[in-house]
Nanobody, 116 residues
Framework: QVQLVESGGGLVQAGGSLRLSCAASRSIVNAYAMGWYRQAPGKQRDLVARISSSTNYADSVKGRFTISRDNSKNTVYLQMNSLKPDDTAVYYC????????????WGQGTQVTVSS
């Protein structure tokens, strides 16, 4: 079983930055396409950034968020700049497989709150 542990969230003012980390308990980061998802209160969980041989972003975060990974540390990162109140959500990482999507059990996520 794979455990995913997200960290790095917090409270930040609009326009600020945060860097999220996701540590995997096994070497999956270079074996699968990985993604960052977010879920705002009362909304579904959406994929916002994906990394495989290339990177892809939701339109709402394009140009502001950057996904990266360190295979040696089994860790995926999400650099978030120019944060907006609409970015407030719990952020999770998981695989972002084209056919199966998120494969492993979800971690606890990390809360990001952006104040106006």
């Amino acid at each position: 079983q794979v455990q995913l542990v997200e960290s790095g969230g917090g409270l930040v003012q609009a326009g600020g930055s945060l860097r999220l980390s996701c540590a995997a308990s096994r070497s999956i980061v270079n074996a699968y396409a990985m993604g960052w998802y977010r879920q705002a209160p009362g909304k579904q969980r959406d994929l916002v950034a994906r990394i495989s041989s290339s990177t892809n972003y939701a339109d709402s975060v394009k140009g502001r968020f950057t996904i990266s990974r360190d295979n040696s540390k089994n860790t995926v990162y999400l650099q978030m700049n120019s944060l907006k109140p609409d970015d407030t959500a719990v952020y999770y990482c998981n695989t972002a497989d084209q056919r199966r999507g998120a494969i492993f059990d979800w971690g606890q996520g990390t809360q990001v709150t952006v104040s106006s």
